[in-house]
């Protein structure tokens, strides 16, 4: 990979549509409504690029069998985050999705908390890295906006990284919008240093897509939580639809 970043820069922003919470909705009564795929396949026709899928180690909202058919009857290619444990890692390998995304998890959180730390389980992450990208998966690493895990993440010799928007999604004074937003920038710049394609998610809205979307090294953003919120109002189809709408105008800017 070239490390020159002007060559990295993507013409179009991909939009990866998480679904996890259409199947937690379901999963609050059992049953089969609402439906994973269909939820996927009104994404596609809305004009997401991908549909992203937690498959949790407690299963509290996407399930084997959502994996299973998702990746039998859409064409979109799918993106599963996982944790770096030897289940998933098996499931990955059966499955094969076009992406996986190593995530950390801990049962007790809502949601996931922070960014992978790439650095520190270097050792443990080398051999399902390696696993993972000799069966033909883009492997990917949900981290923090840090030089150091940046640089974590290239020694590994992942192909992608996803930056964990949080900080920046949950900043409520401007100083501290702003200050987060630079974070993001630079380390956009630094990842197409080092070859890196970068994504980013997490906490992203209408209110908050457009600076991001913005920035010209970013390849790919992932959003969930806010569409299928949105959702419930809009309907998803013109949900994501006006998320589309807002990063490529952002980024046309």
Do not use: W
């Amino acid at each position: 990979m070239t490390s020159t970043a002007t060559h990295l820069r993507p013409s179009h922003l991909r939009l990866g549509v998480n679904i996890d919470h259409v199947a937690t909705i379901r999963n609050a009564r059992g049953g089969l409504h609402p439906c994973p795929l269909r939820a996927a396949e009104l994404a596609a026709a809305a004009g997401a690029d991908g549909i992203t899928i937690h498959l949790r180690e407690d299963r509290r909202h996407i399930t084997d069998d959502d994996l299973a058919t998702l990746a039998g009857a859409i064409q979109l290619p799918i993106n599963l985050e996982m944790a770096a444990t030897d289940e998933m890692l098996a499931i990955a390998l059966k499955h094969r999705p076009h992406a996986a995304c190593i995530v950390p998890e801990r049962r007790a959180e809502r949601t996931t908390e922070g960014g992978l730390d790439a650095a520190g389980q270097h050792n443990s992450l080398q051999p399902i890295v390696a696993r993972l990208t000799d069966a033909g998966i883009r492997v990917s690493l949900f981290i923090a906006p840090e030089q150091r895990q940046l640089d974590a993440a290239a020694q590994l010799g992942v192909p992608v990284v996803e930056l964990h928007t949080g900080p920046y999604a949950h900043a409520v004074a401007d100083d501290a919008v702003a200050a987060e937003l630079a974070r993001l920038a630079r380390a956009t710049d630094y990842a197409a240093s080092l070859g890196l394609e970068t994504h980013a998610g997490h906490g992203l809205s209408y209110a908050n897509v457009s600076p991001v979307a913005a920035l010209p090294q970013l390849a790919e953003l992932n959003i969930g939580h806010f569409l299928v919120g949105e959702a419930l109002f809009v309907g998803l189809e013109a949900a994501i639809r006006h998320m589309r709408q807002l990063m490529d105008a952002s980024r046309a800017a």
